[in-house]
């Protein structure tokens, strides 16, 4: 969830109108402006294509079970392989538009984000994928693991001469 204050709003709708990606709608005698985005205007994008980049925008990175349970307001992909040869689409040719991230550490899947914005934040995102695979934490639990499957095996060693003694 997200809070911006209203300066903000405006300061990025203006960014956005000078891109010639966004615009005031006129119109139906409403007390407040009203915008919408003219990205269609720039760029060749099919329903199904503009409602997964509308999600990667609003949200961020994400997977394409993601993707696929978020978009039903935008569009109604009939699976998760529709959703997947999108994003396929989207991220091949001459032109990507969006970028496969590194699958990180506890996630089942690897997420997708867009490329439309600077690319610091493409070097944000792999740069904290890279600190959260070497931490030391990481080492630590595996060196935990190790000393409890050796104990564990002791113990069972143990268990086994024990039975039989009692049973021999």
Sequence with gaps: MVNYD?????????????KGLAATVTGGGSRVIKYRHTIALNYEFTPDELAVLCLLFLRGP????????????????????????????????????IKQLER?????????????GDANILDTYTTENASAT???????????????????????????KLMKELMG
């Design 134 to 160: 070497a931490s030391p934490t990481q080492t630590n639990l595996e060196e935990r693991l190790s000393a409890v499957e050796q104990e564990l095996a002791t113990l069972k060693a143990n268990f086994d």
């Design 104 to 116: 990180q550490p506890g996630q089942k899947e690897a997420r997708y984000m867009h490329l439309f």
């Design 6 to 18: 209203e300066q903000i709003v405006t300061l990025i709708l203006d960014r956005l109108k000078r």
């Design 62 to 97: 994400l997977t394409p079970g993601e993707i696929n349970s978020n978009s039903g307001r935008l569009y109604e992909f009939d699976d998760l392989a529709e959703v997947q040869a999108v994003i396929e689409k989207l991220s091949s040719g001459n032109q990507p538009y």
